[in-house]
């Protein structure tokens, strides 16, 4: 509220009586012609105070606030009108240029995870648009209802792509520690609810093998059971094969 101060306007009827001059009523041309300077005055004086009250007045109802950083604005706190205070937050402005990812890793695997690990990130919105990270943190304990142990991830997200509350999968580069049966991630496909690749049985013919995967990496997966080292795979064309399974009648060795 802007305050100023009004100089009040003397009354011609009232207030302090003008001089007069001689016995009669009449009154002195000189009084009346310093009483008539002080009204101009005061109304002048009048004026100036109305023009500092405009001054004082906000001219318009918006205002611009500059945050601190570029970012998103995520949530509101506040509406026009409303009245607020220095330790008020209005506004929460999120930076979405980098990204942090919580994932569950099962209890069994987490003794292979580390902070600094690259992780590979998919999600369903972006099929085809890989994303990378790394491991910042292992939870020191695991959740007793779900078996699984709190990794957090970091993922640099300069497209402004991936959004807060969006559900990934994650893969995590881990060192294998003995040696495995490996199989390009090409290889695998999902068939009725179970992972199948595919191996020649001669003349053009192929066999699918339910197999069971572990760690996967760069491209490359642990196979735990379902085939032997050694064993040749189909990896390129897989899906056809998959294809084929789904509407023939294909014995599955596995």
């Known amino acids: 509220v802007a305050h100023g101060a009004l100089n009040a306007v003397p009354s011609r009827d009232g207030g302090t009586p003008m001089p007069r001059c001689g016995p009669g009523k009449r009154i002195c041309r000189n009084g009346a012609h310093d009483t008539t300077i002080d009204a101009d005055r005061c109304r002048r004086a009048a004026k100036g105070d109305m023009r500092t009250l405009a001054e004082l ?5 918006l205002g611009a606030v500059v945050a601190p950083f570029d970012g998103v604005v995520t949530a509101v706190s506040t509406a026009p ?3 607020v205070d220095t330790s ?6 999120t930076d979405l240029s980098t990204v942090w990812m919580q994932v569950s890793v099962p209890e069994h695997d987490a003794a292979a995870v580390h902070a600094g690990q690259t992780v590979a990130v998919n ?4 099929p085809n648009e890989p ?4 491991v910042i943190d292992v939870a020191d304990q695991a959740d ?10 970091e993922v640099p997200n300069p497209g402004g792509l991936l959004r807060a509350n ?3 999968t994650a893969k995590i580069a881990t060192p294998l520690g003995h040696d495995s049966v490996l199989v390009p991630d090409s290889a695998l496909q999902d068939v009725n609810g179970k992972t199948v690749i595919f191996v020649p049985a001669g003349r053009g013919h192929f066999l699918p093998r339910t197999v069971h995967t572990g ?3 760069s491209g490359m997966t642990e196979i735990v059971s379902g085939v032997t080292a050694g064993t040749p795979v189909v990896a390129d064309g897989s899906y056809w094969l998959k294809a084929a399974l789904m509407q023939t009648t294909i014995p599955d060795e596995g």
């Open 123 to 126: 999600v369903d919105a972006y």
């Open 88 to 93: 008020q937050s209005l506004v929460t402005v």
């Open 144 to 153: 007793p209802n779900t078996g699984t142990v709190a990794v957090r991830c």
């Open 166 to 168: 969006m559900f990934a």
């Open 215 to 217: 760690v996967a990496a």
């Open 81 to 83: 009108g409303n009245i």
């Open 131 to 134: 994303f990378n990270g790394r």
């Open 57 to 61: 007045s906000p001219r318009d109802s």
